[in-house]
């Protein structure tokens, strides 16, 4: 295991360490026994069919959406226009997918989520332009978008494609539904967990192999550590910039998959929830890796469904609470893992 490698699993075990134990506090100043909450916890979504599929439905876009931030994060682009991104990615796959309805299945999502993908993608370059062109801050403007699109898909749906008295547009149909895991696993009865899942998991080995096993992937983590080198380097900076927002927003566009074709059938305004905000923080705690996003995107999705097993005792808040603290901790153990291997004279 390199320096590196040990390094930042310590963060992350040290991050995890200081969540649990603040959480631990936080459920005794409520009045509450720490050890029943997280017994009914591990029961609720451990446990049993339903609780485990419903994580692990639930951790299908934190995958797409993390995989896709990940990519602007090692190229040290902060972009925090996730929601926005997935949101217009998934409300232009439902509408292509609506075209389509007398293609064959895999067909119409094929078309449907390079639809997504491209929408997405074009989405994530406006803010890359405007870095590009004029120097702005990728996070001013990523913010920005997020108003600016979500803004934009409701007019077009009040006044155009929404159903009648709803925020949603019509459905698909069940002849372009993705068949629930119950279907083949009945372990999984009641779950919305569908074959996604699978689809997020394959998305992250592939950016994985995208970020370390490319020369676009050994460009994006040169210029995100030194930009400067990087065009002494001959690498074209900007064209960099550019791709990886496009990649980035195109992957988080995937998130419409697991909604419409795999649960609602639809798209519907607001169904992310913010969790393109959510997905920041998954990334982070797997250090921007494609591999440890799936099982932090595991563990957001059980605290997140654990919130709500857990609400007859504290509020589900908590777990919002909980989210905040994996942040503020991996900043902190980054700075406590950095002095430690400092002292050692390792780095």
Do not use: W
């Not at 068949?179 to 372990?187: L, Y």
């Not at 689809?199 to 983590?221: D, E, M, P, Q």
């Not at 932090?296 to 777990?319: C, H, R, T, W």
């Amino acid at each position: 295991m390199t320096l590196q490698l040990k390094s930042n699993f310590l963060s992350v075990l040290l991050s995890l360490i200081f969540t649990f134990i603040i959480l631990t506090i936080l459920i005794l100043i409520i009045g509450k026994d720490p050890i029943e909450v997280f017994a009914l916890i591990y029961t609720d979504v451990f446990t049993n069919g339903y609780g485990i599929g419903q994580t692990l439905f639930k951790a299908t876009p934190l995958i797409f959406i993390a995989c896709g931030l990940a990519v602007c994060f090692h190229a040290s682009l902060f972009n925090i226009g996730a929601e926005g991104q997935l949101n217009a990615g998934a409300f232009v796959m439902a509408l292509t997918a609506l075209q389509l309805d007398s293609l064959p299945l895999a067909l119409t999502i094929a078309i449907s989520a390079v639809a997504g993908f491209i929408a997405a993608g074009i989405v994530g370059m406006i803010p890359a332009i405007i870095k590009v062109k004029k120097g702005v801050s990728e996070v001013i403007t990523t913010i920005m978008m997020n108003f600016v699109v979500l803004a934009l898909i409701n007019y077009l749906m009040v006044d155009f494609f929404a159903v009648k008295s709803t925020l949603r547009t019509v459905s698909i149909g069940d002849a372009n539904m993705l068949g629930k895991a119950s279907d083949i696993f009945p372990f999984f009865e009641g779950s919305s967990l569908n074959i996604t899942f699978i689809a997020s998991l394959l998305t992250a080995f592939l950016v994985y192999i995208l970020i370390y096993k490319t020369t676009f992937g050994y460009k994006l983590r040169a210029v995100g550590f030194n930009e400067v080198a990087s065009k002494y380097m001959g690498i074209k900076v900007s064209r960099i910039v550019l791709v990886a927002f496009f990649i980035g927003a195109g992957i988080a566009s995937f998130t419409g998959l697991n909604f419409i074709f795999g649960y609602k059938g639809y798209y519907e305004l607001g169904f992310s929830n913010n969790i393109g905000f959510t997905a920041i923080a998954v990334a982070l705690l797997a250090k921007n890796n494609p591999i440890g996003i799936i099982f932090s995107s595991i563990l957001f999705a059980a605290l997140d469904y654990g919130g709500l097993a857990v609400n007859q005792l504290i509020p589900k808040e908590v777990m919002l609470v909980v989210q905040g603290l994996i942040i503020l901790s991996i900043l902190s153990s980054d700075s406590i893992v950095r002095n430690f291997y400092s002292k050692k004279g390792l780095i």
